[in-house]
């Protein structure tokens, strides 16, 4: 079974550019996240989706950040614009839903962003 | 406040070893999951262990096994028989409620491995 995507892996870019992000969770996993963790700190939560509502995106800076999820698949995080302090690794994880489970979360390998 | 605190920083370990990571954490909800995650220089998060509040043994996967000390709200990782690929960041995480799905991470710990 595929585990979660991400792409690009890398991206450098100038600050005041706009940058997408792109995170095809595991196939059937209603649940999608998108985490951004600085540098030698722990991931931190910037939205939630079930399937394609987003039901938590409180710590979503909303003036330059924004997310999609249209068909409750695949979904697209976007800066615009970008700032130097958006340097970070991006991180998409997903998970199934179950009332029995503690629905643990299946994280991508990130995307890994430089703004100069 | 933390939610989750990681006090340290780095860590060397001897091949073969075991090692403690800690990690304690600051919740009211009393239904809580508290997990355990292994970040390699290639950047992804493998899920190692879970506990949940109201499990009453200590979990345990392999080599993986979970100190919890409720009273104390601690939950602290014990790798043993430590190998050179076990040399990562580890995160300690929680979340809180039955069926709140936010992760509360902690700082991190580097645990490096010594032939």
């Known amino acids: 079974e595929a585990g979660v995507v991400q792409s690009p892996r890398y991206k450098i870019i100038e600050k005041k550019q706009p940058v997408a992000f792109w995170c095809n969770p595991i196939?059937?996993?209603?649940?999608l996240y998108w985490y951004r963790q600085n540098l030698g700190q722990g991931p931190e939560l910037l939205i939630r989706?079930?399937?394609?509502?987003?039901?938590?995106d409180s710590q979503l800076p909303k003036d330059r950040f924004s997310a999609e999820r249209l068909k409750g698949v695949d979904s697209t995080l976007k800066i615009q614009p970008a700032e130097l302090g958006d340097s970070a690794v991006y991180l998409c994880?997903?998970?199934?839903?179950?009332?029995?489970?503690?629905?643990?979360?299946?994280f991508g390998p990130g995307t890994r962003l430089t703004v100069l | 406040a933390q939610k989750i605190t990681q006090t340290q920083p780095g860590m060397f370990v001897q091949e073969k070893e075991a090692v403690t990571l800690d990690c304690t954490y600051d919740?009211?909800?009393?239904?809580?999951?508290l997990f355990w995650y292994k970040q390699p220089s290639s950047g992804e998060m493998i899920f190692l262990i879970y506990?949940?509040?109201?499990?009453?043994q200590n979990a345990t996967e392999g080599r993986y096994s979970l100190n919890f000390q409720k009273a104390r709200k601690s939950a602290n990782l014990v790798i043993s028989a430590s190998q050179l690929g076990d040399s990562a960041m580890y995160f300690c995480?929680?979340?809180?409620?039955?069926?709140?799905?936010?992760?509360?991470f902690g700082a991190g710990t580097t645990v490096t491995v010594r032939a």
């Open positions: 994880a997903s998970s199934p839903y179950s009332l029995y489970s503690y629905n643990e979360q299946f």
């Open positions: 196939s059937g996993h209603n649940t």
């Open positions: 989706y079930e399937n394609e509502e987003a039901v938590d």
């Open positions: 919740t009211s909800d009393p239904s809580y999951g």
């Open positions: 506990q949940g509040s109201y499990d009453q």
């Open positions: 995480a929680m979340r809180e409620g039955r069926h709140d799905y936010k992760l509360s």
